[in-house]
């Protein structure tokens, strides 16, 4: 319903255009605000050390050449000048790069069909680690902080006929860490929703096993309070012919990031990832996802959509798909859509794609981002439509085809109505 310019994406080493000094070539403020013990401001030539593109200062530039590890020393202290980092304000996080996360942990309260077993552990249980290592240093921040898991299993062959509902409520502005588990056994199917909601400063790491054969929907709400700080690590194992569908939303909170993965283990796999993200006047909302195509004959389809509104709204989705050498037969298509509402609004879309082999089905990625359209603005009122209420209808009709993906009437309509209160805080 909305016309949005599209820009196809870069390719290939940064551009040879000079530096301006103080930022980085995307416009990133390289201020020492966000250089932990920085003495200097970081500009012009150090700008050049920035890892963006072309693999500067990375020695391998693959996706697929990422640091993992448990441990945290294995991770240098953040500057901001990372690839990884470099669209997140670090000040903003409240210390789960730096410090000890030593605060408590939301509280988890799991409901569902009595099938389902729900296990508090400890660290040492065999299935915490299975699904993945962390990628970054929050991530490992929380993976050597955290006390015990909780590990939710959806049993072999099972179908649940009812949702399973994992209630996560922040009650502490302490700096924390929690660390969850969801094993769908093989053929079994199963919903399972994840509600953020609350006060929290929490680095979570959230491991999905999905077995041969089983059919997982994981769905997360960020439903925080305006003062929640909120990283979340959510890697996904999948089995020869199981199929994923994650579902991200992110609504609430001061800074949101949320950093899913999927990982095909053997043939036949197949990774829905849709998400929708709403951002108002100071939200850093932030969505960086990989798929990972390992094996052969497996598909994966990614679609994101976010609209922004209020002076320094800033959302960002970074979404990168490799398809390895032994990946033959692979079928995979990104796309990313940003609305900007009001003035003030920023949005930042990068979408990568890692090709090794030419032997697959298709692979394809698309970014845009733009205003509402004043023809389709003009066509509604023409029918008697007042402005208000057409440019309404034009934002609930862009976000709609992400809510319909989620297939729980409770909260489709839980997410409408949510959609509704963010419109009627500005004059859309």
């Not at 552990?121 to 050597?144: K, Y």
């Not at 922004?308 to 989705?317: D, E, F, K, S, T």
Request: aromatic share 6%.
């Amino acid at each position: 319903m909305t016309e949005i310019t599209t820009e196809k994406a870069r390719i290939g080493a940064p551009s040879a255009q000079p530096f301006i000094d103080g930022f980085t070539e995307e416009g990133e403020s390289l201020s020492p605000i966000n250089a932990a013990g920085a003495k200097a401001p970081l500009a012009g030539a150090a700008a050049k050390s920035h890892s963006h593109g072309g693999g500067v200062g990375v020695p391998d530039s693959s996706r697929a050449g990422r640091l993992t590890s448990y441990k945290l020393a294995d991770f240098k202290p953040l500057t901001g000048m990372e690839e990884d980092w470099r669209f997140t304000p670090l000040k903003r996080l409240r210390g789960l790069h730096s410090e000890v996360l030593s605060g408590a942990a939301p509280t988890v309260v799991v409901t569902g069909p009595e099938e389902v077993t729900v296990e508090s552990v400890g660290r040492d249980d065999r299935r915490i680690g299975t699904a993945g290592i962390p990628e970054d240093r929050v991530s490992a921040n929380a993976w050597e902080n955290f006390a015990g898991a909780t590990v939710v299993t959806i049993p072999s062959e099972f179908e649940a006929l009812t949702e399973v509902s994992i209630d996560l409520e922040g009650t502490s502005l302490d700096p924390a860490a929690q660390h969850l588990v969801i094993v769908a056994e093989k053929f079994s199917k199963a919903v399972v929703v994840l509600n953020h909601r609350g006060s929290a400063i929490v680095s979570e790491n959230v491991e999905i096993i999905v077995e041969d054969g089983a059919s997982l929907t994981v769905i997360t709400l960020q439903e925080w309070n305006d003062d929640a700080v909120h990283a979340s690590s959510q890697q996904a194992k999948i089995g020869r012919d199981a199929k994923l569908k994650h579902v991200m939303v992110s609504l609430g909170g001061d800074l949101v990031r949320v950093t899913p993965s999927a990982r095909f283990t053997a043939p036949g796999g197949e990774a829905e990832m849709f998400g929708l993200y709403f951002a108002d006047a100071g939200q850093h909302l932030e969505q960086r996802l990989f798929v990972d195509h390992a094996v052969a004959n497996c598909k994966s389809n990614v679609l994101y959509k976010g609209a922004l509104q209020g002076r320094n709204a800033h959302a960002v989705w970074v979404g990168d798909v490799l398809i390895r050498k032994e990946a033959e037969g692979t079928d995979t298509y990104e796309a990313n859509r940003n609305l900007l509402l009001t003035d003030g609004a920023r949005a930042d879309s990068v979408p990568n794609l890692e090709i090794e082999t030419g032997l697959i089905e298709g692979a394809g990625h698309a970014s845009a981002t733009g205003r509402m359209d004043d023809e389709h603005l003009f066509y509604l009122m023409a029918r008697g439509i007042p402005e208000d209420v057409a440019r309404r209808l034009v934002v609930r009709g862009f976000l709609n085809e992400i809510i319909q993906q989620i297939k729980v009437p409770s909260i489709e309509e839980r997410l409408t109505e949510a959609v509704e209160h963010e419109l009627a805080l500005t004059d859309n």
